[in-house]
């Protein structure tokens, strides 16, 4: 039986589709330090912004201490943007975190890492 031209580009299409997903397909990671410890990590934050005020609470639920720090990027290219100190947050704590900028805020992300 004869394959139509485009049952064959389909069939290729199908095997190059199969190929690269076989490759983006996570892989077992290897810690690159020794100190790294491989258990699950990280405080779940939430940010909360009121017009030019940022509040953040984060908790962390695992036994290791998260130091997080609060980025805020303001708006205006005039504006200062802020980066808060790390605060350690232990083994099931909660802490608070606040920045704000003079006008409008344009973005804000949370840093973590690990406590030495």
């Not at 394959?3 to 095997?15: E, F, G, I, K």
């Not at 491989?38 to 940010?47: D, K, L």
């Not at 606040?98 to 344009?106: A, H, I, M, N």
Request: one cysteine or more.
């Amino acid at each position: 039986m004869r394959l139509s031209r485009r049952t064959a580009s389909l069939s290729l299409a199908v095997a190059l589709v199969m190929t690269l997903a076989y490759e983006a397909v996570p892989h077992a990671r290897v810690p690159a330090d020794e100190h790294e410890s491989s258990g699950p990590f990280g405080a779940a934050c939430r940010v909360r912004v009121t017009g030019s005020k940022v509040t953040v609470y984060c908790h962390n639920p695992y036994p290791e201490a998260d130091r997080v720090s609060l980025h805020v990027e303001c708006a205006r290219w005039w504006d200062i943007d802020t980066d808060s100190t790390p605060v350690e947050a232990g083994p099931a704590q909660t802490v608070r975190l606040t920045g704000r900028c003079w006008k409008e805020v344009g973005d804000v992300w949370i840093s973590h890492r690990r406590a030495s």
